[in-house]
């Protein structure tokens, strides 16, 4: 039976790897130990998004034996400025072309920040609109959009717009392209206020992709004190971020959602905030949810990392 693969997002790195303070190439190597199939990139850890940008990337991916699972990227197609939205289409084609250079499917947008003046009509209209431009240049490319229930980009001032999930859902439901999908975070479900499993379960049969870490209350707290007038979570000290399957997401249901639609993508582990051994244990984890829901693989390669055919 065909399964999901298992690769990993630098979340621990991530502010280091984004202001350059710690060496991408560095990280590529430190990815190859962790006993994953798969590496995901973030657009801002490259130095150029062109080939001499990217040139040393492919080569360290072929030192180590490791291939790209998905390409992790921020549009903010909500801005209240109309060139600016047009440039974050372009910004968005750009990423599908740095998709093109590393051999990745699939490319995750979102909708943008949610500015306090913003109406719900508008943030819709923005986003479905970004996509939409945007999906045109990814058909020709051969690229998978695939849209993230969100929290926050880390270069953000403000929270995602279609963080609620209605919100979410309304504008994957406007967009109908076998080059749009879905990428799945239970976690980002979690920060939002909804619980995750009902919210994939609407979801389902559109998920291309997903994002697995968990989260955890810290001593003494309640998702009820934790919740906001806004219905959100947001990042307070009191909900945490550790080993997945340890914390709050029931990868049970999620898997048993998953493999009953016959879901086959990328599964990108962002963790590690306590350590890469603790990134490690997580992709263990991930493994065995999987054996136990979609059987043993008949690939023998499946378990350790492989270069591409």
């Not at 270069?155 to 109908?176: H, K, N, S, T, V």
């Not at 997401?249 to 009953?260: C, E, P, T, W």
Request: hydrophobic share 35%; aromatic share 10%.
């Amino acid at each position: 039976m065909t399964q999901p693969r298992i690769s990993v997002f630098p979340k621990c790195y991530f502010d280091e790897l984004y202001s350059r303070r710690r060496d991408y190439l560095e990280w590529l190597r430190q990815a190859a130990t962790l006993g994953a199939e798969g590496v995901e990139h973030y657009d801002g850890f490259f130095a150029t998004l062109d080939e001499a940008g990217v040139a040393p990337v492919r080569r360290t991916l072929r030192e180590t034996g490791q291939i790209s699972s998905l390409m992790c990227f921020s549009p903010n197609f909500t801005h209240p400025d109309a060139a600016e939205r047009a440039h974050q289409v372009e910004r968005q084609k750009t990423a599908i072309d740095l998709c093109v250079l590393l051999d990745i499917r699939h490319c995750r947008t979102l909708s943008g920040q949610r500015y306090p003046d913003l109406s719900r009509r508008d943030g819709i209209e923005r986003t479905v609109d970004g996509i939409r431009r945007s999906l045109e240049y990814a058909e020709k490319k051969n690229v998978v959009l695939c849209m993230e229930n969100h929290y926050k980009d880390g270069a953000w001032q403000y929270p995602e717009f279609a963080q609620p999930e209605d919100i979410f859902l309304e504008i994957i439901g406007r967009i109908d392209s076998p080059y749009f999908g879905v990428q799945y975070d239970p976690s980002n479900a979690v920060v939002g206020g909804f619980d995750p499993v009902p919210f994939l379960e609407k979801v389902k049969r559109r998920v291309v992709s997903m994002h697995a870490s968990d989260r955890y209350l810290a001593p003494g707290a309640t998702l009820d004190e934790l919740r906001q007038a806004d219905g959100t979570l947001g990042y307070s000290e009191k909900l945490c971020h550790g080993e997945t399957g340890k914390g709050l997401n029931d990868y049970d249901a999620i898997f048993r959602n998953l493999s009953g639609v016959g879901f086959t993508g990328w599964i990108s582990v962002e963790d590690g905030m306590n350590g890469l051994d603790e990134l490690k244990r997580s992709v263990e984890f991930l493994k065995k949810k999987r054996a136990e829901y979609y059987g043993k693989s008949t690939d023998e390669a499946v378990g350790s990392i492989r270069t591409p055919q």
